[in-house]
């Protein structure tokens, strides 16, 4: 297992033609002209991780090479599938590609299981169930000869850091590892786990991977992004490698330059969700998320979503949200035991904790398509998005602190959080 690529800094931005160079030389420490690759970029709701780029790119090496096949199977996990109108937006027009849609219920490849002993040793005893392991079939059925996982790391309210492993077995793992991954992390609580490296959550994946999807050879190409003095994102890092090390060093970097720690906490925060990549409250609860640390007791969050037409992503996701609503961990944890409809989509269950503010802060909704009554049916409150763009126009903002508010242009892009909270060491000791 190996580092093939590492090349970043907090201040150092990579062109396109560092990056065509890089990926070179990535595939030819990899052995050179892969005929036959499937790539495994995220979808459309990761448009900022600089991944349809570095797809396109390798397409045009693998075209030079007169390749004779390339797949795109977009991680989506429980996402929307994208469209052709995303497809051509995130990665240009690649004519010979073929775009395959995962099916996180069905067309998988089961393995193995993380026992439940390993999973209540990793939850302090809070759950003791097994995780079955499934991913798409596509990488097992199509005589690659590379596979390729390209996506950013990032500080991630389930697991810590996204990336790596992740991209595999949940973007494009099946529906128990998903809805079991996610409740765990959000029992273990998020405060716990973001921004760090060694949770509960990266462990059971590093359990899969090396019990289960070592020998698949897979190789992760992943990116750190920043903001420019311009307010631009740039990629800051690019790292090519097959192994924990080489995710450990772009966390490490991205910690640098995606975690913003804050001397006092935050009485009023206005986040603004970009509307070709934020629809629903499934992506666009980052907003909360990644802000919940760094907010005042009290305090306000206030969300600017243009874009927003639904809950979940998923129809019955969806349902599920409409129905339960954000109701924080206590209320959440009743209804998982007295529901047999949450306990069998535990993801949801995993999203209702994490996007509440467990009564600490309020969140306001400032929505054009989604109604007053739906917003405040699942316990936000709302605001006529006019009017809230009125007095915060994010034509007109700067990320960081105003008068009166602090302004956050994309949440997915970082995470807002006290220091206090992260005085100890967050890299990974282990990954046992």
Same mark, same amino acid.
């Given at each position: 297992?190996?580092?093939?690529v ?16 890089l ?29 349809g ?12 090479n ?11 996990g ?22 395959h ?42 005589d690659?000869? $590379? ?7 990032? #500080?991630? /309210?389930?697991?810590?850091m996204?990336? %790596?492993? !992740?991209? =595999? ?14 409740f ?11 921004g760090?490296t060694?949770?509960s ?5 590093n359990?899969?991977h ?18 420019d ?36 906490? $935050? ?7 970009? #509307?070709? /990549? ?5 992506? %666009?609860? !980052?907003? =909360? ?14 969300v600017i ?13 969806d ?9 924080g961990?206590?209320?959440t ?19 209702l904790?994490h ?17 007053r ?10 605001a ?10 994010p034509?007109?903002l700067?990320?960081?602190f ?5 302004? =956050? ?24």
């Open positions: 297992m190996s580092t093939y590492a090349c970043g800094g907090k201040d150092v931005v990579i062109t396109h033609e560092k990056k065509r160079e990926l070179k030389e990535g595939l030819i420490k990899l052995g050179g002209n892969h005929r036959r690759i499937l790539a495994i970029p995220p979808d459309m709701t990761r448009l900022h991780s600089n991944a780029e570095l797809t396109r790119i390798l397409y045009e090496i693998w075209e030079e007169d390749g004779d096949q390339f797949d795109i199977l977009p991680a989506i429980t996402h929307a599938p994208m469209t052709a109108q995303q497809i051509s937006m995130m990665f240009g027009e690649l004519p010979q590609a073929n775009y849609t995962h099916q996180w219920r069905t067309n998988l490849h089961h393995f193995g299981e993380v026992p439940s002993e390993f999973v209540r040793e990793v939850s302090a005893g809070k759950l003791d169930y097994s995780i079955p392991i499934a991913i798409d079939s596509t990488l097992m059925d199509g690659y000869e $590379l596979i390729a996982s390209i996506g950013q790391v990032v #500080p991630h /309210e389930v697991i810590g996204a990336n %790596g492993f !992740k991209n =595999i077995l949940i973007g494009a793992g099946g529906q128990e590892m998903i809805n079991k991954s996610h765990l992390g959000a029992v273990d609580g998020m405060e716990k786990i973001m760090r060694n949770t959550v990266r462990r059971v994946l359990y899969a090396d019990h289960y999807l070592k020998p698949l050879g897979i190789v992760y190409i992943m990116t750190v992004m920043g903001m003095e311009s307010g631009e994102i740039v990629m800051r890092g690019l790292y090519i490698g097959d192994d924990k090390p080489t995710f450990e060093m772009a966390a490490d970097l991205s910690r640098e330059v995606n975690m913003n720690l804050l001397d006092e906490p $935050l009485k009023r925060v206005v986040v603004y969700l970009e #509307p070709a /990549e934020f629809k629903s409250t499934w992506l %666009g609860n !980052k907003s =909360i998320y990644r802000t919940r640390m760094a907010m005042a007791d009290d305090g306000e969050l206030i979503a243009p874009g927003l037409r639904e809950f979940g992503e998923d129809a019955e996701i349902r599920l949200i409409r129905k339960y609503g954000y109701r961990t206590e209320t944890l009743k209804n998982v035991s007295e529901n047999a409809e949450l306990r069998d989509n535990l993801s949801a269950a995993a999203h904790i996007g509440s503010s467990e009564g600490r802060f309020r969140v306001t909704y400032a929505t054009g398509h989604l109604t009554e739906e917003i405040e049916g699942v316990g936000y409150e709302w006529p998005i006019d009017e809230i763009i009125g007095r915060y126009n034509e007109k700067t990320d960081g105003h008068d009166e508010f602090f302004y =956050i242009s994309n949440p997915g892009q970082g995470l807002w959080a006290l220091k206090e909270q992260f005085t100890s060491s967050i890299r990974s000791d282990s990954f046992s």
